[in-house]
C-alpha cells in the first residue's frame, strides 16, 4: 500500500464536503484546533452550501466533486481533510478525474459517508485515515487529538491502541495480522456490484454503523457475504451499532452482540465487537491500508506501522 506524506505545522491542509454540508460553526471550531497546531487552511468552496435541489448534499455533484479535484491538483495542499459525512460521496465517483487524484496521492481524512472514497482510493492501493471529521476535531479529549497528531504527523506506528473503559468483547477468538480494511458498513455493503466494491481479500475488516436497526446491519452483513467479501477477510473488529436501540422493542428482542456472534460465528475468522471508533465520542483513528495485530482473545489491536512517511 502506498502510504501519503506526513504533514507538519507550516503546511496546507485542504478541507472539502464530497458528502452533506457543514455547519459553518462547527467547522469553524474544528478549523481553528488546526490552525493552533500550526497548519494553514484551504477551505473548498462548497464547504457549507446546499444544493439547489435539496438540502443534504453540499452543492451539486459537480461543485463537489470539482472541489476533490482541486484538492488533489493543487500542489499547495498536503493533506485533503473531510469537514463532514451524511450522503453523497459516491454520487462523485463518474465526476472525479482519477488520473489527476492517482497522480497527487495526499494524506485523505473523514469517516461514515467518507467510507466511500476510503473503498474507492484502496483501489489505488493508498492508506487513508478512518477518522474524526473537521467539524468534530473539537469535541475531541487531549488524549484522542494527541492520538490524532501522532497519526497523520509520525511515521512511527502507534503500537497498541488504547481502549481503558470501553466494553469490547470476544466474538471469536484467535490471533492474526493483517492490513486494516472497512469503515461504515451500510457504505460497504451498497459497493457491492461497483467497480468500487470492497477488496477483504487478506485484510482485517472494521466496521462501524449509526442509527440503524440490527435487522439493516444484518441485511448488510449478508449483501457483503452474497458477494463473497467477507469470506476473504481474515479477521474482525466491530465497532458499535450506535443509536440502534431506538429502532427496536424495549425491552428489545433483537441486540447487536447476537447479531455478531450468530453471523461472525458462522464464519469462524478472530473477531471482536465494542471496539471504540467511529460514531461515538474520542473514537480511535483506523488507517485503514496499515498492516496491524488483531488478538481477540486478548482483546487487543495494535498498529504495526505508521500511516504516513
Known sequence: MRK?????????????TPASPSPKEELDKGVAVIEARGYRVKLATNLCAKASHCDYLAGSDRERAEDLNAMFGDPEIKAVFCGRGGYGSMRLF??????????????FVGYSDITSLHTAFSRLG????????????WR????????????????DALGQLQTEGANIETVVPGSVEGELAGG??????????????????????AIEDTNDAVYHADRDLTQLLNAGHLQDAEGFIIGNLSGWEKHEADPPINTPSALWSEFFGRLGRPCISGFPFG?????LMLPLGVRARLDAERRTVELLEGAVV
Open 4 to 16: 501519503p506524506d506526513r504533514i507538519q505545522p507550516g503546511d496546507t491542509i485542504g478541507i472539502v
Open 94 to 107: 463518474d465526476l472525479l478525474d482519477w488520473s489527476l487524484i492517482e497522480a497527487n496521492a495526499k494524506l
Open 126 to 137: 493508498w492508506v487513508t485515515l478512518h477518522a474524526t471529521m473537521v467539524s468534530s476535531l
Open 140 to 155: 475531541l479529549s487531549d488524549d484522542a487529538l494527541s492520538r490524532f497528531w501522532h497519526l497523520v504527523e509520525s511515521p
Open 184 to 205: 461504515n458498513l451500510c457504505l460497504l455493503a451498497q459497493a457491492c456490484g461497483s467497480r468500487f466494491a470492497p477488496d477483504f481479500r487478506g485484510k482485517i475488516v
Open 279 to 283: 460514531h461515538i465520542p474520542n473514537p
